[in-house]
């Protein structure tokens, strides 16, 4: 059963033949690669998306950073921080820091096992080509790796007037990063797609 497909590069509409060994596939007319199959499949992606979770979890349970100034030492969780920007007064400001940093992660980890999940089984989810779109729309909000430079500047910054000391929840989250991006090469060029097509 062949599968149509468009050149990235120079749009030409060809034909494939999907296979189940691993293989690479070029455009006819300028060789642009236009996908990869094989390398990693759905077991990889579940245990990146498992990951990722279990790193989640702990980025939002431990403190991201800790101030020792004069003797005293005060420390704070991701949630900890966006709660103060609430209460004084940064209310939009808050909302993007939850929203990029836990929310949008959160949301692409539960949509990709709600797919996922029942593949393994050849089964498809209801409603699993809407939540594919929907995750592919999330996907460019999840900005653990820019939180992650901002953070590393500030501890830089800080570190001239405090005693700063990185916290689990920054380790985390260099984790999560990391899982979100081997997440993002599993599933690219459309192979959750491809997944869904050999289960119907
Ligand atoms: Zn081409």
């Known amino acids: 059963m062949a599968s149509l497909i468009v050149c990235h590069a120079c749009d030409l509409a060809q034909r494939y033949e999907p296979l189940a060994t691993p293989m690479r596939v070029r455009c006819a007319r300028c060789r642009a690669e236009l996908l990869r199959t094989g390398g990693a499949g759905i077991d990889a992606a579940l245990a990146l998306c498992l990951c990722a979770l279990i790193l989640l979890a702990m980025g939002c349970a431990f403190p991201l ?21 609430y209460s004084q007064g940064y209310a939009v400001l808050a909302v993007l820091v939850l929203a990029t940093t836990i929310a949008a992660p959160l949301g692409q980890i539960l949509a990709f096992c709600y797919v996922l999940l029942p593949l393994k089984a050849a ?31 500030a501890l830089v910054k800080l570190s ?10 920054l380790f985390a989250y260099a984790g999560l990063m990391l899982c979100l ?20």
């Open 181 to 200: 991006a081997g997440l993002a090469s599993v599933t690219g060029g459309g192979q959750p797609w491809r997944w869904l097509e050999t289960a119907r």
């Open 65 to 85: 950073i800790a101030l020792t100034f004069d003797g005293t030492t005060r420390s704070a969780t991701l949630p900890d921080a966006a709660a103060t920007l």
């Open 160 to 169: 001239g007037m405090a005693e700063v000391t990185a916290g689990i929840s």
């Open 123 to 153: 089964r498809r989810a209801p409603g699993s080509e809407a939540v594919l779109r929907w995750v592919m729309r999330l996907r460019p909000w999840a900005l653990t790796d820019v939180f992650l430079l901002g953070a590393l500047v």
